[in-house]
């Protein structure tokens, strides 16, 4: 408090009010003003209310979700995001999921993960996005590190299975390192970054020190595509 320079005995012994409003934050985010139509994911916990939310009917569509800070999933069995029933009840992905750059690391996909009353699961993709189909959807910008991913059917370690059409679903600059993904002995359709591509666009990814085992439809990058892709 700055009193003027000719200040005399008038200021004497008056007081000065302050008052404070104090905002309590996650001390190792980032603070930002909250853009319109973001959601953004800080930690292992809101990833898991980002796959609940998905998984429950919201599909996000129109809408983008950011990752602000690598996460690491060690001890957490992760359910993919967007399941489905054969092809009823059918929850799916629908907006832009952006990596921003960050790394999620020890992805833990197995049996349990899989719905009840799935027949273990193989009528299930499998991956962090299960299934990503319709609308305009993109998965871009994120690294998986030291994943381990398993299922029968339709595996990767960003998607399982991907559809729609090739210009609107899209999975771009997204890197698997240090990974293992398998459908099984007996299984199909297991890949790198996504395990089977009925329509959508692959581009620009990387997958590096990885292992992919089946028992047909294998690759490094996708597994297998619909020959109309």
């Not at 998965?139 to 559809?163: C, L, P, Q, R, S």
């Amino acid at each position: 408090i700055e009193l003027p320079a000719d200040a005399g005995n008038q200021y004497q012994g008056l007081t000065c009010k302050l008052a404070f409003t104090v905002n309590a934050v996650q001390g190792n985010t980032e603070v930002m003003q909250p853009e319109e139509d973001v959601t953004y994911l800080y930690n292992a916990s809101d990833l898991r209310l980002f796959e609940k939310s998905v998984n429950s009917g919201n599909s996000y569509v129109g809408k983008t979700v950011k990752l602000m800070d690598d996460v690491d999933l060690a001890g957490i069995e992760w359910k993919p995001v967007g399941q489905t029933t054969g092809y009823s009840a059918a929850t799916y992905f629908q907006g832009t999921f952006d990596g921003n750059g960050k790394t999620i690391s020890n992805l833990t996909i197995g049996e349990s993960s899989w719905e009840e009353g799935s027949n273990d699961g193989k009528n299930f993709a499998t991956g962090f996005f299960g299934f990503i189909d319709m609308g305009s959807t993109t998965i871009k910008n994120v690294t998986f590190d030291k994943a381990n991913v398993e299922g029968h059917h339709w595996v990767g370690v960003v998607a399982g299975y991907m559809t729609g059409t090739v210009s609107d679903v899209t999975v771009t600059n997204s890197t698997v390192t240090s990974s293992y993904k398998t459908s099984e002995a007996d299984g199909d359709k297991a890949g790198g970054i996504v395990g089977y591509i009925n329509a959508g666009t692959v581009s620009n990814n990387t997958v590096t020190n990885c292992s992919v085992i089946g028992n047909r439809d294998i690759g490094g990058i996708v597994g297998a595509i619909n020959a109309e892709t």
